[in-house]
């Protein structure tokens, strides 16, 4: 009860804090509503409605011809595609089953692997048309669905996506690929809140909720613009931008899903880990993770999985997605060691655990920023991640008074917004950083204040937490009123393996 | 006839063996133990999470010995299992009554 009320609290003081934001900055985006109206028409005959799709069959005959993709870019996305994938089923799975009791490590591999499953069908079906096409700021529409026109059978032609480079593209049914293991990695990653009690119809029932009413839209708020080719002539900005997702146009930067990705999971952790309640005999039993070896290899399938989900959200094999796996790489080096230093201050001792929750830490953090700070911000991010999340899985932890059983909150919040905001900080030109492209007609880059971006990205954290929160409170809600969120005390005490898979991990 | 119960650190197993077959011993039965003694535990510390581990891993051996070997049973024990160091384990004799073996239905001394 007195969660519930923390809970609540915490929500009403980040939705004041957002509107109070959004006030303040609703001049932007009023004052060029007028403008989007006028234009609109023009740019919805030069782009075709899909997401970042230009180059579609149907092109309209007046545009250049039709940029074709480049064997490079397609190699590079379909590898990148695929160790996202490996990021998840083997890499989270092993990582977090390692970490439970042995009675439940069945139960935690299963929950991930049918999450992972569940989201990729519900992605083509109609999860990539919510986040990838024109519709609102808010969510895209059902143009997509089945993955319509993606591919036309009749005439054997494949619908091209944009890039960031102007004139380069890449087939969109890879891009759908690509963004369908983010999905499908963003849900898994909720399963280490509630990891040890929570019935699997349970699990699947929130997972189809919350994809579809938070992580869809919150994808088409962060990611969904109209492309870079669409920006031919200054008349039309205004007309493009206000036909992309309210976050993209407030110009918040997130490279590979800081807020799409771990703010949001976090945030949908943390509020079932409320509505759940802790685990039967939690602070009273040793709950001690039964297997650190399992751990370690997940964390390092995930480092590696990283480079494809950071350096290849450049969405091409070129100098920005070098830059992203550089980033990917240091940053996630320097948190391994600021984790265990700070561990080996304040305790006395490092431990493995702590190396691979760095490691993790540092990857969340630098997923934002990964193609867009600089050498020396990399490693900052990196180092501030490691020991901010480990205050995150003990300090902040004892605070929440949540039995967040894997600490998804702790790492993938903490460091998620760690890294959105630095990611403004580190950005600058004058720290190093790549910039951003002010004008997407010439695709000139220069930088905004550092004040200025990094309240963007907190107006982006915060509405990312607000959105997730709230979605995810209801959906548990709704979970709870149909089919119950939680196992009997006494499948608990048995452990989630027998009681919910008939099944036992280690035979004797 | 006596049945010797000794609670030893696991890494000692191996010498003791070699000690009681050493004088003759034909047969011990082996059990992985926890308990605590005077020896404290260790905490053990998981991300935020701390566990006092309270019962630390021991080595159970079961031998029954004639009357007249168990003096030195007890010394090879003794002096196979010592490292000086707190939670060495302990030694207990207790009287056996009877002892069966299943194969042939020996009795008594004859069985073990």
């Given at each position: 009860m007195t969660n519930m009320k923390k809970l609540l609290s915490i929500l009403a003081l980040s939705l004041a804090a957002l509107s109070l934001g959004t006030s303040a900055l609703a001049q932007t985006p009023a004052a060029s509503a007028p403008a989007a109206e006028a234009s609109a028409p023009a740019a919805t005959a030069a782009v075709t409605?899909?997401?970042?799709?230009?180059?579609?069959?149907?092109?309209?005959?007046?545009?250049?011809?039709a940029p074709v993709p480049n064997k490079g870019d397609i190699s590079w996305m379909l590898v990148s595609t695929l160790l996202v994938i490996m990021m998840a089923v083997p890499g989270l799975a092993l990582f977090y089953g390692g970490l439970v009791r042995s009675k439940n490590i069945l139960s935690v591999l299963m929950q991930v692997f049918v999450t992972f499953s569940l989201i990729t069908v519900l992605w083509v079906v109609y999860g990539y048309s919510l986040a990838f096409?024109?519709?609102n700021a808010f969510v895209g529409g059902l143009?997509?669905?089945?993955?319509?026109?993606?591919?036309?059978p009749a005439t054997g032609t494949f619908a091209m996506a944009a890039t960031f480079s102007k004139g380069v593209v890449i087939p969109e049914i890879l891009f759908v690929a690509f963004q369908a293991t983010f999905a499908a990695l963003t849900c898994s990653?909720?399963?280490?809140?509630?990891?040890?009690?929570?019935?699997f119809s349970a699990v699947l029932m929130f997972m189809v909720l919350w994809f579809t009413f938070s992580y869809a839209p919150i994808a088409h708020m962060v990611w969904f613009w109209?492309?870079?080719?669409?920006?031919?002539?200054?008349?039309l900005v205004d007309g493009l931008n206000a036909k992309a997702g309210l976050i993209w146009q407030w110009g918040a930067l997130d490279f590979a899903g800081g807020t799409v990705v771990h703010i949001n999971a976090a945030v949908a952790g943390l509020v079932g880990a409320y509505m759940i309640g802790?685990?039967?005999?939690?602070?009273?039993?040793s709950m001690a993770p039964h297997s650190l070896p399992l751990t370690m290899v997940g964390a390092a399938l995930l480092w590696v999985g990283w480079f494809g989900f950071n350096a290849g959200?450049?969405?091409?094999?070129?100098n920005s997605a070098a830059l992203a796996f550089m980033n990917t790489f240091s940053a996630t080096a320097a948190a391994v060691l600021a984790w265990c230093a700070a561990e080996a201050l304040m305790r006395g001792k490092a431990s493995m655990l702590g190396a691979a929750s760095g490691a993790v830490a540092g990857l969340v953090a630098i997923t934002p920023a990964a193609g867009n700070v600089g050498i020396v911000g990399a490693l900052v991010i990196g180092a501030v991640a490691g020991v901010a999340c480990l205050w995150g899985v003990s300090a902040l932890k004892k605070m929440l008074g949540a039995d967040d059983s894997l600490d998804v909150f702790g790492v993938h919040g903490v460091g998620g917004i760690v890294g959105a905001l630095l990611t403004g900080v580190f950005n600058n030109q004058a720290l190093g950083g790549p910039g951003l492209v002010t004008d997407w007609v010439t695709a000139t880059v220069g930088s905004n204040g550092i004040g200025a971006q990094v309240w963007i990205q907190a107006k982006a954290v915060l509405l990312t937490v607000v959105w997730s929160g709230v979605v995810s409170l209801i959906a548990f809600k709704l979970v709870d009123l149909t089919i119950g969120l939680r196992v009997s005390e006494e499948d608990e005490r048995e452990g989630l393996d027998i009681a919910s898979h008939g099944e036992t991990a280690y035979n004797k | 006839m006596k049945m010797v119960t000794a609670i030893v650190k696991p890494f000692k197993l191996d010498e003791v063996r070699e000690a009681l077959s050493g004088i003759g011993v034909q047969g011990i039965t082996v059990t992985e133990v926890k308990g605590f003694g005077r020896q404290k535990g260790h905490t053990e510390l998981y991300r935020g999470a701390e566990y006092v581990v309270d019962f630390l891993p021991k080595v159970k051996i079961e031998a029954a010995v004639d009357d007249s070997l168990v003096d030195r049973v007890l010394e090879a024990i003794e002096a196979s299992a010592?490292?000086?160091?707190?939670?060495d384990g302990k030694i207990f004799v207790t009287t056996l009554e009877q002892v069966v073996r299943?194969?042939?239905?020996e009795t008594g001394k004859d069985a073990l």
């Open positions: 409605s899909t997401a970042a799709a230009v180059a579609a069959p149907a092109a309209d005959a007046s545009a250049a011809p096409t024109e519709g143009d997509r669905m089945f993955l319509n026109g993606v591919f036309d990653l909720i399963v280490g809140a509630f990891a040890e009690r929570m019935k109209m492309g870079p080719d669409a920006y031919t002539s200054k008349e802790k685990r039967v005999g939690y602070g009273k039993e959200s450049a969405l091409e094999a070129g | 010592r490292t000086g160091k707190i939670g299943i194969r042939t239905g």
